[in-house]
């Protein structure tokens, strides 16, 4: 009786071995394929991020900051960030009451506002503007003044037709 139970205890310790040796080497098989799948996606994003930063650099090149020459007007001024004045000076002709002045339209919905600026160099300046339904573009000369006056002079603007959806 003694050698069955024995018998038994190894027969079963064997099957417990070859359990838990096919469940490991399952296990091992799968994470290894989770791995490859995760390196292989890691890749891809990699990929993706590259591009993406060469759309933004793409996208700086016609702006303010990344303009050296232009920016080379503004060094006898001390500013800290021309654009960002520039900018700001753009948005309090938003404050007037009615239409900004700029915008050569009558709002219909509501008053036309200047939303979105991008400063290009030291002249030119590509902004956006809406009433909330009617939008459009605008492009504006502008000319920073030795005592940090901005003037504004309208050179081209497009209202564009409204979406129906």
């Known amino acids: ?7 038994y205890l190894f027969v079963f310790a064997a099957l417990l071995a070859l359990f838990q040796f096919v469940t490991g080497n399952n296990m091992q098989k799968a994470l290894s394929s989770d791995v490859k799948q995760l390196e292989e996606e890691v890749v891809k994003l990699e990929d993706s991020l590259q591009t993406m930063h060469l759309k933004v650099l793409d996208m700086q090149y016609f702006t303010l900051e990344n303009n050296d020459d232009a920016l080379a007007y503004y060094d006898h001024l001390n500013l800290e960030n021309p654009s960002l004045y520039i900018q700001d000076k753009l948005l309090e002709t938003n404050e007037s009451k009615g239409d900004n002045p700029l915008i050569p339209y009558e709002g219909m919905e509501s008053d036309f506002k200047i939303n979105k600026i991008k400063v290009l ?45």
């Open 1 to 7: 009786m003694k050698k069955n139970i024995f018998l």
């Open 121 to 165: 160099n030291h002249k030119w300046i590509l902004a956006d503007f809406s009433d909330g339904k009617y939008w459009g573009d605008l492009i504006i000369k502008y000319e920073l003044k030795d005592d940090l006056s901005v003037d504004f002079t309208l050179a081209q603007h497009l209202l564009y037709a409204p979406q129906e959806y």
